[in-house]
T-cell receptor, first 116, second 110 residues
């Protein structure tokens, strides 16, 4: 079975540019999570969706970040304008719902983002 | 969120058992104990979780103290592929969120 698919795997761009990260969750999963990982701050939850609806975006750093989930098989995380401090590895994860809660999360391989 | 404390790093030799400790003295009665690991250059992967009783699966065993204030992840025979950062996470029964700490970096030597 295909796991969580993220694209691109690597992105290098100049500050001020718009960056779009993409995620395809595992088919049949109800939850989708976006995380960011840096050496300084570790792995942080940015936002998560349940049935395509954003549930908690309290981890989104600022208005430059936005996330959407237009359908059950696709989500995007956008940064506009990008800044060097946004450089990190961004992970997407998905999970199935059971008993009203998310089960174990399945992570993609991440997008390594470098803002010059 | 209840906090967990793990050693920064541990070492093991291949084919030996590894016991990774986690302290969670402020755990509440409805917190589940989850373990994930992150191999180099990969996303985290689920290992095991439990509430009160010890748990076993194909990857590992989870031993939970009777007072639930600590737990131990047991890898019965370490392999080189088990070298990773292991995260112990408490998750309340009424939340979908996982809050990752700094974890334990496990090195496995041949």
């Amino acid at each position: 079975d295909a796991g969580v698919i993220q694209s691109p795997r690597h992105e290098v761009t100049e500050m001020g540019q718009e960056v779009t990260l993409r995620c395809k969750p595992i088919s049949g999963h109800d939850y989708l999570f976006w995380y960011r990982q840096t050496m300084m701050r570790g792995l942080e939850l940015l936002i998560y969706f349940n049935n395509n609806v954003p549930i908690d975006d309290s981890g989104m750093p600022e208005d430059r970040f936005s996330a959407k989930m237009p359908n059950a098989s696709f989500s995007t995380l956008k940064i506009q304008p990008s800044e060097p401090r946004d450089s990190a590895v961004y992970f997407c994860a998905s999970s199935r719902q059971t008993g009203g809660l998310a089960k174990s999360q399945h992570f993609g391989d991440g997008t390594r983002l470098s803002i010059l | 969120d209840a906090k967990t404390t793990q050693p920064n790093s541990m070492e093991s030799n291949e084919e030996e058992p590894v016991h990774l400790p986690c302290n969670h003295s402020t755990i509440s009665g409805t917190d589940y104990i989850h373990w994930y690991r992150q191999l180099p250059s990969q996303g985290p992967e689920y290992v095991i979780h439990g509430l009160t009783s010890n748990v076993n699966n194909r990857m590992a065993s989870l031993a939970i103290a009777e007072d639930r204030k600590s737990s131990t992840l047991i890898l019965h025979r370490a392999t080189l592929r088990d070298a990773a950062v292991y995260y112990c996470i408490l998750r309340s029964y009424n939340t979908d969120k996982l809050i990752f700490g700094t974890g334990t970096r496990l090195q496995v030597f041949p």
